[in-house]
C-alpha cells in the first residue's frame, strides 16, 4: 500500500516538474483542397494525405504574471478630450443620417407592401399563395422596422 502511494506521488512530481509539453498539430488535405487541423497525428481525417505536422510548446502562464499592457490600462496612446468628442460628434452626425435614410427605405417598402397587399391576382383565388407572394415585401418592411429601433438604440447609448 505504502509502496504504491510513493510510486504514484513520485510519477506525479515528475509530471509536474517536467515543464511544458509540446504538443503536436499536423495539418492534413483532401481531394477538394480544404485544410483540417488536428492535434492527433495517427488518426488523419478519412480521404485526407498528412501535408505536415509541427510541435508547439504549451506554455502555462505563472500565476502573479504581468498581464498584457491593454488589460493593465498601461501604455496605450490616449486621444485628447477635443479629439474624442470630434469623433463622437462624427459618430452620432454618421448614426443620424443613416436612421434618416433608413426611415426613407422603410416607408418606400411600406407603400410597396400596401400597393401589393391591395393586388389579387387571378391565380391567387388560394390565400396561401397570396400570402406567399406577399411576405418578402412583410419581411423587408420588418427589417427596416428593426435597423431603426437598433439606431435609435445606439443613439440613445451615446453621452
Not at 416607408?107 to 406577399?134: C, H, I, M, P, W
Amino acid at each position: 500500500m505504502n509502496r504504491t502511494l510513493l510510486c504514484t506521488s513520485a510519477l506525479a512530481g515528475c509530471l509536474l516538474s517536467a515543464g511544458p509539453a509540446p504538443a503536436e498539430v499536423c495539418v492534413y488535405a483532401d481531394s477538394e483542397g480544404r485544410l483540417t487541423y488536428s492535434n492527433v497525428a495517427e488518426a488523419p481525417p478519412k480521404g485526407s494525405k498528412k501535408l505536415r505536422c509541427f510541435k508547439e510548446a504549451v506554455q502555462a502562464q505563472p500565476e502573479g504574471a504581468a498581464r498584457p499592457a491593454r488589460a493593465q490600462g498601461g501604455n496605450f496612446p490616449k486621444v485628447d478630450e477635443q479629439m474624442q468628442k470630434r469623433r463622437d460628434e462624427e459618430r452620432r452626425r454618421i448614426l443620424e443620417e443613416e436612421l434618416a435614410a433608413e426611415q426613407r427605405q422603410a416607408e418606400a417598402a411600406r407603400k410597396e407592401l400596401v400597393a401589393q397587399e391591395s393586388t389579387r391576382y387571378g391565380d391567387e383565388q388560394n390565400y396561401q399563395r397570396f400570402a406567399d407572394r406577399v411576405q418578402p415585401y412583410r419581411d423587408k418592411v420588418s427589417t427596416h422596422e428593426r435597423n431603426i429601433e437598433a439606431l435609435r438604440q445606439e443613439l440613445s447609448n451615446m453621452k
